[in-house]
C-alpha cells in the first residue's frame, strides 16, 4: 500500500467520525425536545417528528455531507501533493 493511499483511508475514516458528530447532535437534539413534550403530557408524535426532528436532522445530515466531502477534498489534495512531488 503506497503512502497516498493510506492517507486517503485515514483522511476517509477521519472525515466519517467528524461528519458523525452534527449527525448525533441534531439526533440528540432532538431526543431533547420530544422529551420535553413528554413532560409536559402532550404527546403527539406526528407533530414532534415534523416540527422538531426533521428540521434538525435534515440540516445536521447537510452539515455532515459538507464535513466529510470538506475531508475527502483535502485528503485528495494532500495525496496530490504527495504523488506529483
Known amino acids: 500500500m503506497s503512502t497516498a493511499d493510506r492517507i486517503s483511508r485515514g483522511f476517509h475514516r477521519l472525515g466519517l467520525i467528524y461528519a458523525a458528530i452534527p449527525v448525533l447532535a441534531g439526533i440528540y437534539d432532538a431526543y431533547e425536545s420530544a422529551r420535553h413534550f413528554e413532560q409536559q403530557r402532550t404527546i403527539d408524535w ?11 436532522l435534515g440540516l445536521s445530515l447537510l452539515l455532515a455531507f459538507f464535513v466529510y466531502g470538506l475531508f475527502r477534498a483535502v485528503g485528495l489534495f494532500v495525496c496530490d501533493l504527495i504523488t506529483y512531488r
Open 46 to 56: 406526528l407533530t414532534i417528528v415534523i416540527n422538531e426532528l426533521l428540521p434538525r
